[in-house]
């Protein structure tokens, strides 16, 4: 369905001034002069001329008023029916995340670094998917809800940073949190059960917190009938780490282990029918998302994304081209009005001869 709005429509309001201006103008004196006989020298199609720059001017006043307005036509893209998967990417932001254990393009970089190109592209390859973010380090937050609006996403997981959250690893409650997300999806469709749910976990696989237990939390999704893919980022043993002082500014680098609980991971993923990756593989990924698109699609009863096209190029065109005969025709208008001021006089001694006669006739009639 197109509908059409204004971006701006405060400018609107400006309309309201036109007639007032017209009304002010009509309203200014001029001084008159009485001439005898004037109806006989009245030219309606010469004056009609002489109006109509003003009413040019005024009509494409209010065009390039339409024109801020920014009038804009939206067209759906597709149909309302979208055919594609509830997904919920739920990522560690622990300080144990800052280890920078990874080389990309020859530069070191933290975890967290390295799996933001897993997001991108986690949102990028899905653009029919509803897609949410969960957060979690100590306490797992829900950072994005599912959405269609992968640009908003996008920008979102753009500020992903690791301290946002109080420090710890909660896999269990972040697994919980994604649930109810997935869950609240459902009502969407019913109480049924879908298989085009799914969950991918990043982290380093270090559970430390939290209220729910990793393994029960896993259990809890199989109930449930929803797939988690656990994706491991790191590796193990002793691992460079950034040092802060209190103001968050970095005074060093310290070597710290790192014992990344791939059992736990691994148990989850096959608890709830997913898989288990490592992110130093390349191909994980892919890999994931080739699991996913095996599983059964679904439909999604809602507005596909709307696209909006701006209009304003006509009204600002036909209105400076308004503004320029106004002031094309007003250019011309003094030779307009010698132009009448001779026809005037060359009518004048036809008035005069005319006089007398008048006068005879009504001599005769008395």
Same mark, same amino acid.
């Given at each position: 369905?197109i509908?059409?709005s204004?971006?701006d429509?405060l ?10 201006a017209?009304l002010?103008?009509r ?6 002069v009485?001439?005898p006989d ?5 030219a309606?199609?010469?004056t009609a001329?002489l109006?109509?720059p003003v ?20 067209r ?5 029916a ?5 997904l ?5 932001l622990?300080t144990?995340?800052?280890?920078e ?18 997001i ?11 897609i949410?973010?969960?957060v979690f ?14 640009e ?11 301290g946002?959250v109080?420090?710890g ?10 649930l109810?997300?997935l869950?609240?999806g459902r009502?969407?469709?019913?109480d ?7 969950v ?26 929803v797939?988690i ?22 005074i ?8 990344i609980d791939?059992?736990v ?23 994931a998302?080739a ?28 209105g *400076?081209? $308004?503004? %320029?005969? #106004? /002031?094309?025709?007003?250019?011309? !208008?003094? &030779?307009?009005? =010698? ?7 060359a009518? *004048?001694? $036809?008035l %005069?001869? #005319? /006089?007398?006669?008048?006068s005879? !006739?009504? &001599?005769?009639? =008395?």
């Open positions: 369905m509908g059409a204004f971006h429509p400018w609107l309001l400006l309309l309201a001034l036109l007639p007032a017209w002010l103008r309203r200014r004196r001029v001084h008159a009485v001439v004037a109806h006989a020298w009245h309606p199609r010469a001329r109006a109509a009413v040019l001017a005024y009509l494409g006043l209010a065009l390039l008023v339409v024109a801020l307005a920014r009038p804009q036509v939206h759906p893209l597709g149909d309302d979208r055919a594609g998967y509830d919920v990417l739920a990522i560690d622990s144990s995340m800052y280890a254990d990874f080389q990309r393009g020859g530069v070191t970089t933290n975890r967290l670094q390295a799996i933001k190109p897993i991108a592209a986690f949102i990028g390859q899905r653009p029919n998917d509803r949410g973010i969960v380090a100590g306490r797992a937050y829900t950072f994005a809800p599912l959405t269609f609006d992968h908003w996403l996008r920008r979102q997981s753009a500020r992903l940073s690791i946002i109080e420090d690893t909660a896999v269990g409650d972040a697994i919980g949190v994604a109810s997300r869950r609240e009502q969407d469709g019913g049924a059960r879908r298989e085009g749910q799914f991918v976990l990043l982290t380093d696989g270090s559970s430390n917190k939290g209220s729910l237990d990793p393994r029960m939390a896993a259990q809890l999704a199989a109930e449930e009938g797939p893919y656990t994706i491991g980022a790191g590796a193990e043993g002793l691992v460079p780490t950034p040092v802060f002082d209190w103001a968050g500014k970095r060093g680098t310290e070597m710290k282990a790192s014992e791939s059992l991971l691994r148990d989850i993923a096959e608890t709830t029918g997913g898989l288990f990756f490592r992110a130093t593989d390349p191909n994980a990924v892919r890999e998302f699991r996913i698109d095996a599983a059964q699609k679904i439909d999604f009863d809602a507005p596909p994304p709307v696209v909006s096209h701006d209009l304003f190029q006509l009204p600002a065109g036909a *400076s081209a $308004l503004l %320029a005969l #106004a /002031a094309l025709l007003t250019h011309f !208008r003094d &030779g307009i009005r =010698r132009s009448l001021a001779a026809i005037t006089a009518r *004048s001694p $036809l %005069a001869r #005319a /006089a007398p006669d008048q005879l !006739r009504g &001599g005769h009639s =008395r």
